[in-house]
């Protein structure tokens, strides 16, 4: 489907045409400034309009290059060279399009960057999308067929490959005659001229055979832009490609918001790994506090060779008659456990009498004061904490501390 509208940039100005589907809307000729005021005039809507433009034929060499089927980067890089023979100007200086592939015959289209560099400044000041940057002689291609069309001050001649030229009306009688006298495709000529000139006569009264229609007979449309919005085929092609390729207005927004998206699915995926990680950490730290439980149990309990279920056995073992048993044991224990590291002592034994249902802690220190404090401190929380031996050996201080609560 055709743009909306429809642009041709010639020496001296623009003609436009917005259409919907083929039927003119709005249509006009001068300069971008006029152009802009036109579409602010319009009862449509004319911001960020999609439209097509197309570029003089004369400016640029619409030609076929031979490649291999399946050609290399090495091969793609050396097109250049392949065209520079026909470039009169500087190869640094142009732009090479790719078109269609017959073939090993290549379309190559090369245009002065600067062209187009002028053209999509100007229509991006004006708030223009340009989806389609082309040539105005290859938009008449046709398949199977050669054209030859004529306008009033310029003549264009398109092959079906997308081979052409386009030259000024007053000096393609001589070149337009050498060029279609040994054509082999059927020869169309679309005549858009408003009066019928010295070429039109001329090229009708040589020995070519040509398929005549004139927009002044009403065969045809009666210029080229509309001819061209009600055609169905599209052979042109589009230089909007590489350093000029069409970037529609939402795409920044599109690779903004993919690059947040990757930022956050990075950030999710650290945190994953965090997670995993810390998982790995933890279960490596229950096993180890599970050895640690089964060697105090052990300890306590030297007859359970293989214990299993660590806090049920606990429960089974302190539960029963006594002063402490059930989870007052365990709590006691569970405590006793903080209050033996923070006074400096070291638990090397503990007991637990089914009959007495008391608590023997054989504990090892620098001094007996230590001893004494922690008994003391276990007296003020509720517990009768009696001290049982007391010995010295090499600098170290043993002693048995027995727990019971207070009747």
């Known amino acids: 489907m055709k743009q909306p509208l429809l642009i041709r940039c010639r020496a001296s100005q623009l003609e436009w045409l917005a259409h919907d589907g083929g039927r003119p809307i709005l249509e006009g000729r001068g300069d971008w400034l006029a152009l802009k005021a036109a579409l602010a005039d319009w009862s ?79 229509a991006d000041e004006v708030g223009l999308a340009v989806s389609f940057l082309g040539v105005d002689t290859q938009v008449m291609q046709w398949k199977g067929v050669t054209r030859l069309v004529l306008e009033q001050d310029v003549a264009h001649v398109i092959r079906s ?13 001589q070149v337009l005659s050498d060029e279609l006298s040994e054509e082999t495709e059927i020869i169309e000529c679309l005549d858009f001229c408003e009066t019928e000139g010295i070429l039109a006569r001329s090229l009708a009264a040589s020995s070519i055979e040509l398929n005549l229609q004139s927009a002044r007979e009403g065969t ?43 930022v956050v699915l990075l950030l999710l995926g650290s945190q994953l790994l965090v997670n995993v990680a810390q998982a790995v950490y933890l279960d490596y730290q229950a096993h180890q506090l599970e050895a640690e439980a089964q060697a105090l149990y052990l300890a306590v309990f030297p007859q359970d060779r ?52 008391d608590l023997s802690l054989q504990l090892v220190g620098r001094t007996s004061d230590q001893i004494m404090r922690l008994s003391e401190a276990l007296g003020a929380e509720g517990l009768q904490a009696d001290i049982g031996t007391i010995s010295q050996e090499e600098g170290e201080v043993r002693a048995t501390l027995r727990l019971r609560a207070i009747q």
Do not use: Y
Request: charged letters at 25%; a negative charge; aromatic letters at 4%.
């Open 44 to 122: 449509g809507e004319p911001a960020e309009l999609e439209a097509a433009v197309l570029i003089e034929g004369r400016s640029t060499l619409m030609t076929q290059i031979t490649v291999p089927s399946k050609p290399t980067r090495q091969i793609l890089d050396a097109i250049p060279f392949l065209v520079e023979e026909q470039i009169a100007g500087n190869l640094d200086d142009c732009f090479i399009c790719l078109g269609a592939r017959d073939g090993d015959r290549l379309a190559v289209v090369v245009v002065d960057r600067h062209v187009l560099e002028e053209i999509l400044l100007a």
């Open 161 to 173: 490959s997308g081979v052409g030229l386009s030259l000024s009306s007053e000096h393609a009688e």
């Open 220 to 262: 045809i449309e009666p210029s080229l832009l509309r001819h061209w919005s009600v055609s169905d085929q599209d052979h042109a092609v589009n230089l909007r490609q590489g350093e000029f390729s069409f970037k529609p207005r939402g795409g920044a927004l599109m690779t903004m918001l993919r690059r947040v998206a990757l």
């Open 306 to 357: 293989a214990p299993r279920d660590m806090a049920r056995r606990w429960r089974s073992r302190l539960a029963g008659p006594g002063d402490l048993s059930g989870s007052a044991a365990l709590e006691l224990v569970e405590e006793l456990s903080g209050r033996v590291s923070q006074s400096g002592l070291t638990l090397q034994n503990l007991n637990f009498n089914l009959a007495r249902g």
